[in-house]
């Protein structure tokens, strides 16, 4: 384990927005023989500078989406594409909320789970999944997304359906083989009778 004291300067004329640096510690790297592969390993870290002054910051929702529109069961997954339009990196938060078909909400999830930055100028995809015990019929999931210094509000909606076949088939089975038996019962006792 070893500290590392680093000391960043900023320039005066640089422009104001994001800038981004990174610092990579490794073994010293030895002179090979010809004709030798090595492979060093090194641990970088990431800097994410705001230098202030003219700040754009500008977010859209590229995608927001599922993989599927009809599933059996959960858990359901999401996927999310934030473009950064502005000129300083965004650290998106907010929730996907999870209404029914009757617009009672059933659920939510953390839009950004793992905190991502997104770049200026790039996108980024975040991805996250809700799960529920018992789920049936459609389902409305609306990505509301905050960013920046303002907390300004992005937001898109999608619609999926959920029908556990699997379990309404074993449901049905078990009630046709109680209605068999009850029907034998009753033919039975009135045998007897």
């Known amino acids: 384990e070893k500290e590392i004291n680093i000391n960043i300067e900023i320039p005066a004329d640089a422009e104001a927005g ?16 010809p004709g030798m592969v090595t492979t060093i390993g090194k641990i970088g870290s990431l800097f994410l500078l705001r230098i202030e002054g003219l700040i754009n910051e500008k977010a859209e929702i590229k995608e927001f989406s599922s993989p599927v ?27 996907i909320e999870i209404k029914n078909i009757f617009n009672k909400k059933v659920g939510e999830t953390d839009a950004n789970p793992k905190a991502g930055n997104v770049l200026p100028q790039s996108i980024r995809k975040y991805e996250s999944s809700w799960d529920k015990k018992w ?21 898109k909606e999608i619609s999926f359906w959920v029908i556990p076949v699997v379990k309404i088939l074993i449901g049905l089975g ?20």
């Open 18 to 33: 994001g800038h981004y640096a990174a610092l990579f510690v490794g073994p010293k790297e030895t002179t090979t023989t």
């Open 69 to 95: 529109s009809f599933y059996h069961s959960g858990p359901i997954n999401f996927l999310l594409r934030l473009e950064n339009q502005g000129n300083v990196h965004l650290k998106p938060k907010g929730k």
């Open 174 to 193: 078990i009630l046709i083989v109680i209605i068999i038996l009850l029907a034998l019962i009753i033919k039975k006792y009135n045998q007897w009778i």
């Open 135 to 155: 789920m049936i019929g459609k389902y409305t999931a609306s990505a509301n997304i905050y960013y920046g210094n303002s907390n300004q509000l992005i937001q």
